[in-house]
């Protein structure tokens, strides 16, 4: 199991389905030209803002910014790859297949956070492989733990989401993390995600103890219905 989402604090104050910022400043249907189909994260007008928030592709800049927040204990235990020296996590950062699904999460110009949403093809029998190709997103995250507790890190993804279903019409998302981060899993939760696999014994943590998982996910037609009512 990938350990990638990570939420360092409780975020309790965001209901399930919508931040307690509500509707985002600007519809996302306007994003975008409707005009030129949407099939990546390149493809979107960025940035994209919500009542507090600025999400924007992450680039070379924000490196450092990003490496003192998941450089910090608190954060680092639940990655799947610890940030060591500077240097080194410089060069993992600049990879072009990381940071083509990397975004940044920004408060009043700050960076506070990151998400990750990385495209990928579901299962599919050979004969209609085609049919499955980019249809689906794994999504992470991380928030710097002094800016937890104020649903920042739920509005954040929450949008995500809208932006996965609304303008690159995935047909599902998928979240996963250990058992013991349940700030994390509690988040997928609170925003209609499923809890679909818990898992035991599975995932080998640095600290030499297997731990157990969860694995979550949400259908588009599950985020569509959870609109409709909100």
Known sequence: MRQIPDLTSCDEDAALGRSSAGPPAHPIQSLTNQNHPVTSLLDIAWPVRTERLVLRPA???????????????????WL???????????????????????????LDAQVIGDLMVDIGDAWAQAEVADKAKR??????????????????????????????FELLRLRRVTAECFTANEPSWRLMERIGMRRETHTISESLHRSGTWLDGFGYALLAEEWQTQEARS
């Open 135 to 164: 249809v689906q997103a794994d999504l992470g995250w991380v928030i710097h733990p002094d800016f937890g507790g104020r649903g920042l890190a739920t509005e954040a993804v929450q949008e995500v989401l809208r932006i996965c």
């Open 80 to 106: 799947t790859r610890a940030p060591r020296a500077l240097d080194v996590y410089r060069a993992d950062f600049a990879d072009p297949a990381s940071l083509e699904k990397s975004l940044v999460i920004e």
């Open 59 to 77: 680039t070379l800049d924000d490196m450092e910014a990003t490496w003192q927040i998941r450089r910090l204990d608190s954060v680092s235990r």
